[in-house]
C-alpha cells in the first residue's frame, strides 16, 4: 500500500505566497514522474506542473513563472511553491505519483490539500 501525505494548504491573500509538500510511503521500488494537479470547485481536474526523477518540469501556462516544482528523490518528497498566487488558483490541490514496481507501474494520489485565495 502507497500513501501520499500532502500539507501546506491554508487561506492565503492574493499576490501571497504557500508552499506544498507530498510525501510517498510505501512499497515500491522508486517514483517516476511527481506532481500536482487542482481541481476548482465546478471544474475538472487539471495539471499544473509535473517533474521527472531527472527534474525535467512542465507547468501549466497560468503558473508559469510564479509556481517552482521541485523534489528530493531521497525522502520521496515533491514540492510546490507558490508565489503571486491569485483567487483563479483557489482550488483543491493533489499530488501524483508514478510508481515503479520493476515490472510494472501504477499510479496514486494524495487525499488533497485545499488552497484558498482571497482577493
Known amino acids: 500500500q502507497v500513501r501520499l501525505a500532502e500539507s501546506g494548504g491554508g487561506l492565503v491573500q492574493s499576490g501571497g505566497s504557500l508552499r506544498l509538500s507530498c510525501a510517498a510511503s510505501?512499497?515500491?521500488?522508486?517514483?517516476?514522474?511527481m506532481g500536482w494537479y487542482r481541481q476548482a470547485p465546478g471544474k475538472h481536474r487539471e495539471m499544473v506542473a509535473v517533474?521527472?526523477?531527472?527534474?525535467?518540469?512542465n507547468y501549466l501556462n497560468s503558473v508559469k513563472g510564479r509556481f517552482t516544482i521541485s523534489r528530493d528523490n531521497a525522502n520521496n518528497t515533491v514540492y510546490l511553491l507558490m508565489n503571486r498566487l491569485e483567487p483563479e488558483d483557489t482550488g483543491v490541490y493533489y499530488c501524483y505519483a508514478q510508481l515503479n514496481h520493476i515490472l510494472t507501474v501504477s499510479s496514486s494520489w494524495g487525499q488533497g490539500t485545499r488552497v484558498t485565495v482571497s482577493s
Open positions: 510505501g512499497t515500491f521500488a522508486r517514483i517516476n514522474d
Open positions: 517533474i521527472t526523477r531527472d527534474g525535467i518540469t
